[in-house]
């Protein structure tokens, strides 16, 4: 199963859960791709750790406006 499937069948589960996803793809990921692949952010490899608690923390951001609104 491809990262992109686990991230459907998560949201399909549970709408409501982020879903990150690490992926070798060498080209930009538009966020209507990753809108239409149930995925809420990307890292790209390679990657620095730095990289990744920007995106938990960008996470954490998206969690807390979402249960503002």
């Known amino acids: 199963m491809s990262g992109w499937q686990v991230a ?3 949201k399909s589960i ?14 930009e990921i538009e966020k209507s791709e990753m809108r239409d692949k149930w995925v809420d952010l990307v890292i790209q490899k390679p990657f620095e750790f ?13 969690r807390v406006r979402s249960k503002a609104t």
């Open 50 to 62: 730095y990289q990744v608690l920007n995106v938990v923390q960008e996470g954490m951001i998206i």
């Open 14 to 27: 549970n709408g409501r859960v982020l879903v990150a996803i690490i992926t070798g793809c060498n080209r």
């Open 8 to 10: 459907e069948k998560v």
